[in-house]
Structure formats: structure tokens, C-alpha cells
């Protein structure tokens, strides 16, 4: 059973930093796209960030550029999101998701696999 996993969410205050993790299991995701995508109430599910399977290559959404970073480590199975100078609009769930190959942050609807979520609330 292939499952994604997040932790690392939670209640900062504005300017606070957190590290989120995504581990996978049930199969080897070295060979996949990964990617973050956040989703706060009452609005859309968004992309983040994601990272090709190489992990020569980052994308962010302009709305978190130059404040989160995304990596990977392919002997683990995860992906993070290291975000910083967190902002009361970062506020949301953050979910993972991955896709074979290539990434979905372009069609999420396109991802192979996600994971539960977890909550990030930024207090002003």
C-alpha cells in the first residue's frame, strides 16, 4: 500500500520558520515528481513547490519564492518544504503529491499519489 505521510505543521507566529516532511512508503518515489500544494479555507487548492525526480530542478509558487525551499532525499523516501519569514496568508493545509516521472504542479489532478495534510497556522 503506497502511502505519503506529512508532519512537521503547526501554530507559529508571523516571521517563524517550520519544516515540513513528507515520507513515502509502499514503493521507491525516486522516480517521481514531488511536490507541495496548500489549501486554505474556503479557497482552492494551490501549488507551492515541487522538485523533479533528479532534484536539479525547483519550482515555486511567486507567492513563496525566495521564503520556502524545497529538497529531497531519495534514500529516505521524503520531500520537505523548509519554510521561512512565515506570513498569517501561508495559513493552511499543506499536502504532498507526487507523480511518476514528471510533476503534477502544473494538474493536480494529474498527481499519482497524495498525502493526508497537515495543518500550518501563521498567528499575526
Known amino acids: 500500500q503506497v502511502q505519503l505521510v506529512e508532519s512537521g505543521g503547526g501554530l507559529v507566529q508571523a516571521g517563524a520558520s517550520l519544516r515540513l516532511s513528507c515520507a513515502g512508503s509502499g514503493r521507491t518515489f525516486s522516480s517521481y515528481g514531488m511536490g507541495w500544494f496548500r489549501q486554505a479555507p474556503g479557497k482552492e487548492r494551490e501549488f507551492v513547490a515541487g522538485i523533479r525526480w533528479s532534484g536539479d530542478s525547483t519550482f515555486y509558487a511567486d507567492s513563496v519564492k525566495g521564503r520556502f525551499t524545497i529538497s529531497r532525499d531519495n534514500a529516505k523516501n521524503t520531500v520537505y518544504l523548509q519554510m521561512n519569514s512565515l506570513k498569517p496568508e501561508d495559513t493552511a493545509v499543506y499536502y504532498c503529491?507526487?507523480?511518476?516521472?514528471?510533476?503534477?504542479?502544473?494538474?493536480?489532478?494529474?498527481?499519482?499519489?497524495w498525502g493526508q495534510g497537515t495543518q500550518v497556522t501563521v498567528s499575526s
Open positions: 503529491a507526487v507523480k511518476r516521472y514528471s510533476g503534477c504542479w502544473d494538474a493536480p489532478r494529474d498527481c499519482d499519489y
